[in-house]
C-alpha cells in the first residue's frame, strides 16, 4: 500500500511539473527585482476618517446621485426602518461585507505586493481581495463575487484598479446593491508619507445619473499586526430576514 501511495505522489508531481512546462511557471526572480521600484506599503494600514474628510472638497459630503427608481429603493428602505426591519445588515450573520465596504470598514488593512498582483487583506471578516497587475483585461462574463473582479495598472506612485462583476447579494451602500453595469475605478496613492488615500468612483447608470465618488484614507499603523476575526466564534448579534436583531445571550431559551 505504501509503495502505491508513493506511485500516486510521483505522478501527482509529474503533472504539476507538465502543469509548469505549459505556462503555469513561477515569478521569474527579475519579476520580484521590479517590486523595488513600486512605492512602499508594507505593514498595517487604519482608517483615517479625519484625513479623508480633509481630502475631499470642502463642505458637507455630496450624497450619491441617485436615479428616481433607486432613490425610491432607499426611500422605501428607510421607511421600513421605522417600523423597525432593516436595523441590520446580512454582516451580522457573517456575511462579509464584499467591495466597495471592504475597504470602508473601521478595522486594520494590509497590502501584499507580489510580481503580477497587489493582495488586499483585511482583519474584518478576514477578506482576501487580489488585484491582478500582470496585464490582463477585465473579464467579459465575470463570475459574480463579493469582492468582485479587479484589475489594475501603475501610474507612475498611483494604483489604478477596475474592478467588476459585483456579487448582487452584496451593498454599496444603504439599500443599493450592485447590477452588472456597476463599476468601481480606485487610485490609491500617499498623499504624504504615513498617509494613503483611495480615491473612489462608483458609476452605474441604472442607479445614479452622474459618478458617484468617494475618498478614503489609511494612516500607517508601524508595529501592528492583523488579528484573526472569525466572526462566526460567539457571534450573538445576527439579524432575522427582516433585519430586526435577534441578539443571543447564550441562554437555553435563546436556543428554543
Known amino acids: ?117 497587489v493582495t488586499v487583506l483585511t482583519e474584518a471578516y478576514m477578506q482576501v ?20 473582479n479587479s484589475v489594475g495598472h501603475w501610474e507612475g506612485d498611483t494604483l489604478v484598479v477596475e474592478t467588476v462583476g459585483l456579487d448582487p447579494a452584496t451593498t454599496l451602500m444603504t439599500a443599493i446593491h450592485p447590477t452588472e453595469q456597476t463599476r468601481i475605478v480606485e487610485r490609491i496613492h500617499q498623499s504624504q508619507p504615513g498617509v494613503l488615500l483611495d480615491e473612489m468612483t462608483i458609476t452605474d447608470p441604472t442607479l445614479f445619473t452622474a459618478p458617484h465618488k468617494m475618498t478614503l484614507a489609511f494612516s500607517a499603523r508601524p508595529g501592528w499586526a492583523i488579528k484573526e476575526y472569525i466572526c462566526e466564534q460567539n457571534n450573538r448579534d445576527a439579524a432575522d ?11 437555553p431559551d435563546d436556543r428554543k
Open 1 to 117: 500500500m505504501r509503495a502505491v501511495k508513493w506511485m500516486r505522489l510521483a505522478a501527482l508531481g509529474a503533472a504539476a511539473g507538465l502543469a509548469v512546462a505549459a505556462g503555469q511557471s513561477m515569478a521569474a526572480p527579475q519579476d520580484f527585482a521590479a517590486l523595488s521600484k513600486l512605492p512602499d506599503w508594507s505593514g498595517v494600514w487604519y482608517p483615517d476618517f479625519g484625513a479623508a474628510a480633509r481630502a475631499r472638497p470642502p463642505g458637507p459630503p455630496t450624497p450619491p446621485p441617485y436615479t428616481a427608481a433607486a432613490a425610491k429603493t432607499v426611500a422605501d428602505f428607510n421607511a421600513k426602518r421605522k417600523d423597525g426591519e432593516n436595523l441590520q445588515t446580512e454582516d451580522a450573520n457573517c456575511v462579509p461585507p464584499g467591495m466597495p465596504r471592504m475597504m470602508q470598514m473601521p478595522y486594520p488593512i494590509e497590502f501584499l505586493f507580489t510580481p503580477g498582483r
Open 129 to 148: 481581495r487580489r488585484i491582478y497587475t500582470d496585464g490582463r483585461k477585465l473579464p467579459e462574463d465575470p463570475d459574480p463575487q463579493f469582492n468582485g
Open 241 to 251: 430576514p427582516f433585519g430586526r436583531p435577534s441578539m443571543s445571550l447564550g441562554t
